[in-house]
């Protein structure tokens, strides 16, 4: 189920299908992450995690995201984070609705994932990278 952002009529956002229209499942979130790789089964309370980039198309989408996290891939799947984080980044960066600049998201990096050297530096030069 792919899920769009949309106003309710007392301008409370809530998420509906793209597909079949369905809104009944009302999500209160106060911090949207960013997921390149794997996205995380469990999430914190009040946080909610969108894949940013998807691997079998090779496609990028931007969201007003809080924080960015990368992830190893899914099991069995390789990920080429030098074109993830690049087409992420240009997605991001041609969104101008976004209520934060992007040298103010915070980055991680999760289960010790070993990135190229390239991908450290784009996510240091245009992200809050507070990972090692």
Partial sequence: MVEEPRQHEDFADYFVCRYCG???????????????G????ATAPGELSISLFDSASRQARSAD????DLYPPSL?????YDYAVNSVLNALSED??????LKKIPVRIHDQLSLPENTRRMLA???NLTTP
């Fill in 125 to 127: 030069d245009r992200f």
């Fill in 22 to 36: 369905d809104h009944t499942k009302f999500v209160t979130a106060q911090r949207l992450t960013g997921v390149i």
């Fill in 65 to 68: 995201i809080d924080r960015l």
């Fill in 76 to 80: 069995g799947q390789t990920l080429d």
């Fill in 96 to 101: 101008h609705h976004r209520s934060r600049p």
């Fill in 38 to 41: 794997a996205v995380p089964s």
